[in-house]
């Protein structure tokens, strides 16, 4: 998977049955469903691959267990089934998870237990494992580290974990196996118009700032975040349908928490779920739900959300974890379908499908676990536009996922002491993934800057050096992109630390 290669096929292409916008979970996921169809596909994202809320997720594949609350039952379910078709196409990528929610009053026993017995019944046949009452001796021996006062026992269940941005590459190489074009770097600055339709969009490369013209039957606009934006290119007149909301996390040593299985609290004082998380050999706490009023592709975690995760860390983990002790610390932003009522906390996940009167197809709200239904959602729009011949191909349903983390190299070719990454997985990163800056790679090709940011920080130079070598680019753009790396990275971790 070579940028280069891409960009050549946009400046040699024609017309592409479909052209999709945003390169995160939708994004890809459409592209993916739309060339597995047998459509000419092009995918163009304004930076890299997943770089908004796609890499900042919780990194889990699960139903909801808070909808249950809300009482979104179909969700649910179709997040489930997502779930299992998941583990089944990308047994590479998804893997089984045990959680364990500590019951520290007897009658949270029943009210926990049969929600979960339903969470069971919903996955259906392809349920991960049946969820079941735990001793206080089998909850401690699970949660070591876990908080013992008055703890009474817990209920154990299962849901599925991956790495976010390592299934957004894998998705990317898989439309470029099935023939799609993907390009990162890539921002739309208008939508070109044929009459009253959309018939494509302008699209400029970052990199080299040349100025193609992307034409298209169909148009999807798949931004996440932005989809807003993309509309109002569209037409200036449509009112905004998204409503953000950001979600943070901190990551701390496994220490905390040194166990395999997850903690789950099912219920904090702003009414969400708080997950504490063992992800590659650090614990993840998550996450917030913060309303916000205006968007960014780097959102940096509040001083009142970091408290709060400190603060409820505190009230369930046996040694509170202080500032000082955050690795890293990030934000996410979640496209939430706009009710125009109540808290976001309160807002569904779920997708909708919007059809402008030019023909554009906006692929709102969402998330990761449902993005092929999403896409298939979206593919089935556009097949029904009338402006794109109908096709039986293939379809995702069981379509394999390729790749995985291809890295590889002695221990000597560690990175750094407390990272497994390796020198090859740069060159890797840059020959095969598209990789284009050092915070491509440190923090979406490997996950060094969501795991340990002063460790990212303190090998930047090295990797802008090997960057360099392997692109051919000059003493000057390894400083800028230190510089450049350094400003991002000092956003995930506490201020004064």
């Known amino acids: 998977m070579r940028r280069q290669d891409s960009v050549s096929r946009i400046e040699q292409e024609r017309e592409w049955d479909l052209l999709v916008i945003g390169g995160g979970a939708s994004g890809l996921g459409v592209a993916l469903e739309a060339v597995a169809r047998g459509y000419r596909t092009v995918l163009v994202e304004q930076h890299d691959f997943s770089k908004g809320t796609s890499s900042r997720s919780t990194k889990l594949i699960h139903g909801g267990v808070r909808y249950l609350r809300q009482g979104n039952f179909t969700l649910v379910r179709d997040a489930l089934r997502e779930r299992g078709r998941l583990l089944r196409n990308a047994p590479h990528l998804v893997h089984d998870l045990a959680f364990v929610v500590p019951v520290y009053r007897w009658r949270d026993i029943g009210f926990y237990g049969s929600g979960l017995k339903l969470y069971d019944f919903l996955a259906g046949r392809l349920s991960l494992g049946k969820s079941r009452v735990l001793s206080r001796r089998e909850t401690i021996r699970r949660l070591p580290g876990i908080k013992t006062r008055r703890l009474k026992g817990g209920i154990l269940y299962h849901d599925a974990q991956f790495d976010d941005s390592r299934l957004a590459i894998c998705l990317a190489e898989s439309i470029t196996a099935l023939g799609g074009t ?35 039957r169909v148009t999807v606009n798949a931004t996440g975040v932005f989809a807003d934006q993309i509309r109002h290119l569209d ?18 040593d496994p220490s905390f928490l040194p166990a395999s299985t997850a903690l789950m609290v099912p219920k904090t004082e702003d009414g969400r779920v708080l997950f504490a998380i063992p992800w590659h050999n650090r614990l993840l706490i998550g996450t917030t739900d913060i309303p916000l009023q205006q968007v960014s592709l780097e959102p940096v975690p509040m001083a009142e959300e970091v408290d709060f995760l400190l603060r409820h860390a505190a009230i369930y983990l046996d040694r509170a974890p202080k500032a000082s002790d955050i690795l890293s610390m990030f934000a996410g932003i979640r496209p939430l379908v706009s009710s125009k009522q109540g808290p976001t906390s309160a807002l569904s996940r779920d997708h909708q499908i919007l059809v402008s009167n030019s023909g554009l197809i906006s692929l709102v709200g969402g998330k990761w676990t449902t993005y092929r239904k999403m896409a298939e959602d979206a593919v089935n729009a556009v097949e029904k536009s009338g402006r794109i011949e109908r096709r039986r191909g293939n379809r995702t349903h069981d379509l394999r996922i390729e790749g995985g983390n291809t890295g590889n190299g002695a221990p000597t070719d560690r990175l750094h002491p407390s990272l497994l990454y390796t020198l090859p997985e740069v060159v890797t990163g840059v020959r095969e993934e598209m990789a284009c800056t050092v915070e491509d790679m440190l923090a979406r090709r490997t996950r060094a800057l969501f795991l340990d940011a002063r460790a990212a920080i303190e090998i930047a130079p090295l990797v802008a050096s090997i960057m360099a070598q392997q692109l051919g680019y000059s003493a000057d753009w390894e400083q800028d992109q230190v510089r450049s790396f350094r400003e991002v990275a000092k956003n995930y971790l506490p201020a004064g630390n």
């Open 182 to 216: 993907v390009a990162n770097y890539m921002q739309v600055v208008s939508l070109l118009k044929s009459g009253p339709k959309t018939v494509g969009a302008v699209v400029k490369d970052v990199l080299s700032g040349a100025v193609y013209e992307v034409l298209a």
């Open 235 to 252: 037409d200036g007149s449509e009112p905004p349908v998204l409503a953000a909301s950001q979600g943070a996390h901190i990551v701390l």
